[in-house]
């Protein structure tokens, strides 16, 4: 097993374990999430629900918390699992998050491979936009161009 190899392996069984602390009492589908950070942290996240649905946590929401919270930084590699301990993808709303942390680089941990983020979210919206808009207020306070 080559580094790289033991590298996503071990950002799977922190995905794993995050999820098994997830709080899913409605919908019954946990999910983890963990990624690694510029710096070699690795970083988690589980989904949190509530009694509004529509309210509840993503997963990929707890871990770009737990990226602040511990330091900030860019994330480089992302993977996410279901209840059962699969690889499932980030929804859209998701991706955007990713995107705006991670960059169209980062590297996302799929059913079908290694893939970066710009094959699954091409042409993303991101701060970069909004700085051309609104002069460089945005571009400073720490986003990045997608």
């Known amino acids: ?4 190899d033991e590298r996503w392996e071990a950002l799977r069984r922190a995905a794993r374990d995050a999820m ?3 709080y899913a009492p409605y919908s019954r589908y946990p999910v ?5 950070v510029d710096d070699g942290r690795t970083v ?5 629900e509530n009694a509004s649905y529509g309210v509840g946590l993503c997963a990929e929401c707890g871990l770009v918390s737990a990226l602040h919270a511990t330091g900030g ?19 859209g709303r998701c991706r955007q998050l990713l995107s705006e942390h991670g960059g169209p680089g980062l590297l996302l941990d799929t ?3 290694i893939r970066p983020l710009a094959e699954l979210l091409p042409d993303a919206f991101g701060p970069f936009e909004l700085s051309r808009l609104h002069g460089s207020q945005h571009s400073e306070s720490g986003g990045s161009q997608n």
Do not use: D, K, W, Y
């Open 32 to 36: 983890g999430a963990a990624a690694l």
């Open 1 to 4: 097993m080559t580094s790289q």
């Open 20 to 22: 098994s602390r997830a």
């Open 44 to 48: 988690v996240g589980c989904n949190v």
């Open 111 to 113: 059913p079908a491979g």
């Open 73 to 91: 930084g860019r994330l480089t590699h992302f993977t996410c699992v279901n209840g059962e301990g699969q690889l499932i993808l980030p929804c």
